[in-house]
Structure formats: C-alpha cells, structure tokens
C-alpha cells in the first residue's frame, strides 16, 4: 500500500466510482469525494475544497457542467502540494468551437494544461453507459429512444475502459505527462444501431426513434427539463452532424496496450445484469 492519497472527484458518478475501485485494488490510497460522499466536495462551495486536497498526491478531476471554478481549484491544488491532475473532458473539446460544449471543455483544459502541475487530460466519446445509467435509460425501459441523432456515427466508448485509462494515468508516475487522449470504442455505431444491438441482447421490444432538434428540446421540456438545459443537450446532437468525432481512435491500446471493449460485450452484460427489464 502506498502513502500517497488521490483525490476523486465526481465519486459516485459513472466513471469516479470505478476509478475509485481500481485505485484501490491497486493498493493506492483514495480520497472518494462529491456531495453526497462521505468525503463532502461541492464544487459550488469553495469552502469544501481545502480539507479534500490536503495530503493529496494526485487528483482524478470531474469538472461541473460550467467549469469555471476549475480554474480556482487548480490553483488551490497548486498551493496544496498535489503534483499531479487528470483531467475527464471530452471528445471534439478542440473541434466544436465556440458551442457552450466546445468552450466549457476547453477552459476546463485550460485550468488543468496551464497549471505548473503534471497534467494528462482524457477526451472519451459518449458513453455507452449512457444507456443504463444515465440520460437514455429510462425511455429503454420504456421502449423507445427519441432522439435527433440521425445517421451519425458515434464511437461510443464503455466506461470500464475510461475508468482503466483513468486508473493507469493515475498510477503510472511520469509515463502521460503533458498528454491528451482521445478516447473511443472500437468502431462507430449510429444511435439507432446501438438501440438495435440492447434490443436483441435484452431480447425486448426497443425501437428508435427520430426527431428533429426542437422537437428533441420540446420534448425535454415537456418531461419538466428547463428551457437552457433542454437545448444543451439538444445542442450536442447538432454539433455531433459535424462528424468531427466519428473516427475511432487508438488511445485505449496507446494506454493498455489492448483494444477496447466492443458495444457488443457491453450491451450483453447490462441486459445479463438486468438493466433494461421492465
Ligand atoms: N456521459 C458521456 O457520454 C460523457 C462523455 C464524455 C465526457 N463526459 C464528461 O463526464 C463528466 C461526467 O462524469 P461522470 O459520467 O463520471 O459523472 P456522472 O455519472 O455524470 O456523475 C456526476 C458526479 O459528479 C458529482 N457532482 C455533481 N454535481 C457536483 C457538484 N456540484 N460538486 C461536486 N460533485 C458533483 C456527482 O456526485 P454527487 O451528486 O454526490 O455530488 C457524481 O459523482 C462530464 O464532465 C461530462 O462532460 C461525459
């Protein structure tokens, strides 16, 4: 076991909890910290940040959805004596201009890249447990995903891998220093395709479905969404037509020397884990 603590942040969110388990089981000390942690981090109280970063060696960062206080925080670890940062962004951070996405990411990056600290930063595509445990879960279970995702293709990424990436960077002294890696699956899939392949796995009648952008928003909306919230996410799809994310990318193997888990394995073990049933 080793005496160096590492902070992580977003700890009972889809990548901080697995990352939080793999440190651990590597022997490495964990400091898991969110709201609702034991551990109390709230990135809108600064005056939570201190006590989580005192006797720090490294820090796994989950910026807030507007990352402004990020730069703060990284200022405050700087003085805390944490040497090293990474940071979870997010694919197209560098090719989605100035969309709320594209900056929010970037100043993120900017915090972490300009500090004096060691910095990686990881760039995933979307999630494929966006499927079971976040946005589009519910509209599974209840049998049709609406969606203004159309044609695009999407190299969506399985959190066990970003968590391996994650956990690697954070163990591995020196080898990611002053890196940035894209992060994908192993190939592109439409949404549609993606809903057809938890269909067959989970054996339940899921369908597809299109829709416009402002229908898509709308809909949110209607779901009891607010207005900015609802066109964000809408925003996204928008910004995903670019196509400027749709390569599959090798920074899994550049890390762990292996591919990446498939869609394929990862809709199997959700539907054998009863994530869809209704
Ligand atoms: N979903 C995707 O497809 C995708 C793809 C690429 C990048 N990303 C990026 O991933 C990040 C989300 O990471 P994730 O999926 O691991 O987390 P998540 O599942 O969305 O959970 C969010 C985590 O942050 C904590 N949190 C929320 N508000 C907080 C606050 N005000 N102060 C402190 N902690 C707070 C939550 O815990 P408490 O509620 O206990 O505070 C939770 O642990 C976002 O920055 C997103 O841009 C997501």
């Known amino acids: 076991m080793s005496n160096d603590t590492t902070l992580v942040l977003g700890a009972t ?12 089981l590597h022997g490495t000390q964990v400091r898991a910290a969110s709201r609702s942690s034991r551990t109390r981090f709230d990135w809108s109280d600064p005056g939570s940040w201190d006590a989580v970063l005192q006797d720090v060696t490294a820090a796994y960062v989950v910026p807030p959805p507007v990352p402004g206080p990020v730069h703060e925080f990284v200022a405050r670890a700087e003085a805390a004596g944490v040497q ?18 594209g900056l929010d990411m970037r100043s993120a990056e900017d ?12 760039r995933p595509s979307n999630f494929n447990q966006n499927f079971d445990e976040d946005l589009f879960h519910a509209p599974l279970v209840a049998g049709e995903l609406t969606l203004p995702a159309g044609a695009v293709p999407e190299t969506f990424i399985d959190v066990e891998d970003v968590a391996d990436v994650a956990a690697a960077v ?23 395709e993606a ?24 809909a949110l ?14 925003e996204m799809f928008v910004l995903l037509e670019r196509r400027t994310s749709a390569e599959t990318t090798d920074g899994v193997a550049t890390v762990l020397g292996r591919a ?15 994530a869809w049933r209704r």
């Not at 990548?15 to 651990?24: D, E």
């Not at 002053?178 to 439409?190: K, N, S, V």
């Not at 990446?260 to 009863?274: H, I, L, N, Q």
């Open 13 to 24: 969110g889809k990548t901080g909890r697995r990352v939080a388990a793999r440190l651990r």
């Open 84 to 101: 090293r940062l990474v940071l979870l962004s997010g694919r197209s951070a560098d090719t989605w201009g100035d969309s709320t996405f």
């Open 111 to 122: 915090a972490v890249c300009g500090s004096a600290l060691e910095w990686t930063v990881l």
């Open 170 to 192: 954070l163990t591995e002294t020196g080898r990611h220093a002053g890196r940035i890696y894209e992060l994908t699956g192993p190939r592109a899939l439409t949404f549609g």
């Open 195 to 218: 809903v057809g392949l938890i269909s067959r796995a989970s054996g339940l009648p899921i369908a597809y479905k299109q829709v416009s952008p402002a229908e898509y928003t709308a």
């Open 221 to 234: 909306v209607e779901e009891g969404w607010g207005e900015d919230d609802a066109h964000h996410v809408a």
């Open 260 to 274: 990446p888990r498939t869609f394929e394995d990862y809709a199997v073990r959700a539907a054998a884990a009863g």
